[in-house]
Structures are given as structure tokens and as C-alpha cells.
């Protein structure tokens, strides 16, 4: 209309109309248009978020970096690394420090008043743990660590029953007979030398120890590696663990990652793996339910449970445990048996929380011994003592009188804690010293920063058991350690992973010691998975005594 009343010349008409024709009305070039669009309207939004997060933090009253837009301060996390970055961040900025993973706000501390009202004292506005919902898909769905409220409460109140002492001493049996095999391989290994990758030799055992505790499966990974059940067992673990593109999915677009995960079109577990798996758990679950076979592990004492214990006895024992914890009450009528679904999704869940913690354990244990001889002696001394009281057995009674092997076990998770970080997520609004915490924000402890912080540990790098004798720890907090976490959400398998861990080292210490040798690394740097693994294999000698 406007075009027509004025008096153009032809020949921008005819410029006008060229362009329509060939321009316009060209489809690529509308598709580049409208791509254009959305591409403006996503940068102004990450712009507006980003002005947002810019003032976020201060008007809570907490400090922290300045934010980059899109990345929030992942980049720095992604580029140092879980355990190097809190560090740097926790000297920069003080005990509380607010930052952002893309557009997640996250709040960062190791002031230790703080940890404990947060993990204990007001632990009913802390009960869950961060989510990804591209991670909940089935059968890992119901994963006890990613379980909510009264859901996470009924399933830890039942499972809780599966690791009383009386259930671990009955369980140490298993642990034997798989260190017995382990004993049998160094033997022959240290014919032919005893140089060995910790690694592979102590996730073959913890492999073969929870698949035995937890349904009852003789795996024998050392002596046989390519077994089907390992195989998809290694499976899980290298797609669970591994870093990955999807990871940077998963935190910078988390809603797409969700959305694609939940069309099978990205899977971030590998679900032929987890099929096998649910196909023969289910197998077992049916068997025992027909009491076809019967046998003192997870399974079965989750399926006994109901018959086996009162309700009452169940919250008596958690509140005796988790005394401290006084607001938290079991305020619902819990239901008294696990579903087929919900037994079958904790299995999995022990296999991936009990392999790589126990093992990695183990072999830093092994690293710090081959590099201190001076404190294996004296562990070795303990062992021999402790086992000549009980007739050379080596049992859940004669470990647990070992307080040296306590000193050295913590020393070692202090220096490697195997989960760097340990989050929860706010239930409510809440404030500590004037600083505030929105509801749904996520908490988190930097625990790899939190044990190596000379204020706490002086020469944090020093590997010193003796840190951990009565006389030192009476002078620190309880929660200046959190290689397990704390509280009532802290690791279930905390005293299964110990006992574990603390009988193969006596059947191994009780005949070999570990060396240094060419291959062992000097200094231990980890990599940036948040998983405290070691950058290069770990390489020990095992000699016998
Ligand atoms: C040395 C070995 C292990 C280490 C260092 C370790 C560490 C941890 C940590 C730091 C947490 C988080 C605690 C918190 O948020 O307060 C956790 C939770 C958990 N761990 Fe472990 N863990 C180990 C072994 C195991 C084993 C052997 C199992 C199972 C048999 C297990 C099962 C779990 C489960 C189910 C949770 C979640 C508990 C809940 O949400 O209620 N862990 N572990």
C-alpha cells in the first residue's frame, strides 16, 4: 500500500520483485531466516539468564566467581577438574562459595558448622540429592540415591535391615572365599615377579565380592575375564563412569538430554547390559521367592525382611543410628516389602556403588603402603598380633580388633576420597550465618578440597595414619571426614565396603608386602572424572614377607 503511493522508480521495482521471486521465495532461505530467529531468541535468553545470575549470589549474601554466560563456571570446573577447581575456589572466596554449572546454581562449602546442620541437624530440609532427569529411566529409576522424601525413606529403611552387623558377619564368608581366590593369584603372580596394575587385580575381587554378596553369583573375574556376566558388568561401568560428550548434554541442556534419553534416542546406560541384568535378577528373585534356593545374601535378606523384622525395630534401629539428626521423623506408614522392580534396581545400584569405590580403596591403600614401609611394618606387626589371639583366623571378629588397619584405611580415603563431591538439595528456603540457600537450589561439600585443607589436615599430601588415632581425632570434628558422607542419607554400604576392604588386606598382609618398583608412579595426580581416578595405572610389587 505505502509502496504504491509513492512514486518508485521501475527500476527498484523490478529490483523489489526479483528479490521476491528468487529471494524470498526460496526455501533454504526461509529455513535461514527462521533459524536466524531462534538462534536471536536463544542468545537473548541466555543473556537474560545470565544478567540474572550476575546479581544472583549477592543478593544471598554468599561470594563467589563471576559468572561467563552459557557456561556459568563450568568451563573452569570442566577445564581443572572436580578436586583442583574447589580447591582454588574455596582459598579464593572462603568457607562458603556460591557458582554456576551452566545455569544451576550450586553452593559449595567446607565450614564445617554448616555441614553438619545441613547433613544432620536439619536434615528434613535436606533429604534428597541432585537429579538429572535423563538419568532416570528404567530399571535405574529407582535407584535408592536418586529416590526422594518418603520414597528414599522407605527403601533405606528396608534395605538398612540387609547390613546389620549379624547380616555382614554372615556376608564375610562370601568375602573370604573371594579373597582366597585373590590369595591363590598372587601366589602365582609373585613367582613370575609380583609386579601387578592394582587396578585390574582389585576390581576383578570387588567384582567378584559384591556379585557373591549381592545375589549370589560366583563371577571368579581374576581367572576368568571374559565370563558374560562381566562383561556386561564392565559394560555398565565403562558408559556409567566414563566422560563423556552426553555429560556436557546433560549439564549444559539438561531438558534436551531428558527429552532425548526418555525417547531412547541417547543412552547414557548401555540397556542391553541392564536387560541381561534384569532378566537374571529377576530369575533369582523368582527362585527365592519359590524357595527354590535360599542363601545369606542382599537379595534374600531384603526378601526375608518382612518376616524378619517389625517396623518398629526397623525406625528404632535408623534413630538410633542417626540420633542426631532430631527433626527427622518417620512421619508416614511406610510400606513392609520392597517391589520385584525396586529389589532389582538397588542390585544394580551395588554393583556400580560397590565396584569402583572398593576397588580404587584398595589400591591406594596398596600405593601408600608400597611407598611408606615404615607404616606397613607396624601394620603387619598389628595383623600378626590380632591374628595370633585368634588362632591365625582371619574373620569379621579378628579385623574388627585392628585399629592400625582403621588408621591406615581412613588415612587412605582422606587423601583419595572416592566420591570428590557429595550434594543435597534444598527442601525449603533456609539461611546459615546470614547467607541463604533458595529452596531447590543444590548444597554441595567439595569433599576432596575439605581433606586436603591444611587448616583441617596439615601437610594435607602426607600419608600419616596416625591422623586418625583416638588422640588426633579427638581434636578435629567427625565431619572434617566425609569419605562416606553423613547422616541419615550418608553410604549404606559404608561398613560392607570396610569390612571388605579390611579383610583381603590382612589375608594379603598376613603373607606379602607391597613394594615400590620402576613402574610405580612417584606422585599421584587424579584426572578430572570426579571420581578420583588415578591419570596413570598404579603399579605396585607384592614380595612375600
Ligand atoms: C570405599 C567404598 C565406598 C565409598 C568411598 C562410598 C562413598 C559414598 C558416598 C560419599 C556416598 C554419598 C553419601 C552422602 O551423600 O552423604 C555414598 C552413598 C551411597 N553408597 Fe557408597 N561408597 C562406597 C561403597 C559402597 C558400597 C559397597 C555400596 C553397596 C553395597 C554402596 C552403596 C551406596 C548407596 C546405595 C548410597 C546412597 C545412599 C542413600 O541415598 O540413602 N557404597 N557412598
Redesign the pocket.
Known sequence: MILSKLQIPEEVMDFWSDFQKNVLSNKGYSTLVLGGTISVLVLLNFLKNWLKQLSFYKKLNIPGPTPWPLTGNLHKVMKEGFAEHDIEIMKKYGRVVGYFEGSTPVVLTTDIKFIKNV?IKDFNCFVN?RTFDSLTVEPTDKF??I?KDEE?KNV?AIVTTAFTSGKLKSMSKHINECSDIFENHLEKLTDQGGIFDTKKLFSGFTLDV?SSC?FGVSTNSINEPENEFIQHMHQIFRNSVRADPKIILLFFFPKLAAFLSKRGLIEFFPMKSLKFFENFINLIIERRKNKLETRDDFIQNVLDHEKNNSFETIIKDFENQHGESKLYKWNTELKKTLTNKEILS?SI??LL??YE??AQ?LCYVAYNLAMNPVYQQKLCQEIDTVLERHDGKISYDSVNEMSYMDNVVDES?RLF???VR???VANEDYEYNGMKIKKGMVWSVP?WALHHDPEIYPNPYEFRPDRFNDQEKKTRDNLAF??????P??????R??LI??KLLLTLILSKFNFEKCDQTPEKIEIDNSGFARPKIPIIVKVKRR
Open positions: 547433613m540429592r535408592m540415591t529416590l528414599w533405606r559384591i549381592c538397588q545400584l551395588f556403588a560397590g569405590t572398593t580403596t580415603l576420597p572416592p566420591a557429595l550434594d543435597r569433599i566425609l569419605a562416606f558422607g553423613a547422616g542419607r550418608n553410604c549404606i554400604g559404608m560392607f565396603a571388605e576392604i
